[in-house]
């Protein structure tokens, strides 16, 4: 249990050093097919390493939700509207494997899948979820192009005002 272990913990810290050189903002599909060649096809391994992102993706949520919502309940609850807990942990995980396997969606970043899978689950209509998934697209696409125009540095700029300013208040 303990090597397994530790193989779970290095395939994580070379996963992130292998990201952490690319200039990338989510992980998308691309990165979730990937998962299986790091974990060396282990079923098992695969899995805890998808469920263990997907836990965190959806405790990052939660996270961010209640600090929305502790400052303004109605704009918390109007921006975290979509039910993601409706399916398991293993059967979002499967899920997310039958849609990745789409070679249309591999850009689609994993948190946007996840909501995606909800909607198929809820069997909410698939025009609905098309309108969604396009949409989806267009926005990843429009901030790549921006980032890739503008600069990452820009961007980490934005980001240091922004923390810069809460500190001085």
């Known amino acids: ?3 397994v272990l530790l193989k779970l913990i290095m ?3 070379l996963t992130g050093v292998i990201n952490a050189q690319e200039n990338r903002i989510f ?3 691309g990165d ?3 998962i299986t060649a790091l974990a060396d096809h282990n079923p098992n391994m695969t899995y805890r390493i998808k469920a263990a992102y997907v836990n965190g993706v959806l405790d990052g949520r939660l996270f961010y939700y209640l600090k929305t919502w502790a400052v303004q309940q109605s704009f918390a609850d109007s921006l ?3 039910t993601v807990d409706y399916l398991t942990t293993r059967e979002l995980v499967n899920t ?3 849609f990745y396997a789409d070679p249309l969606n591999t850009y689609i970043p994993v948190p946007s899948a996840v909501i995606i ?3 198929y689950a809820e ?3 698939l025009d609905l979820i098309d309108q969604y998934i396009k949409q989806t697209k267009f926005w990843i696409n429009e901030l790549q192009l921006n980032m890739e125009q503008e600069g990452w540095n820009k961007l980490l700029d934005e980001k240091l005002d922004k923390h810069l300013q809460k500190t001085a208040n």
Do not use: P, Q, V
């Open 1 to 3: 249990m303990k090597t």
């Open 11 to 13: 395939i994580l810290f």
């Open 27 to 29: 992980w998308d599909g």
């Open 32 to 34: 979730w097919k990937r």
């Open 80 to 82: 975290y509207a979509e």
């Open 96 to 98: 997310l494997d039958n």
């Open 117 to 119: 899978a909800t909607m």
């Open 123 to 125: 069997r909410i209509s």
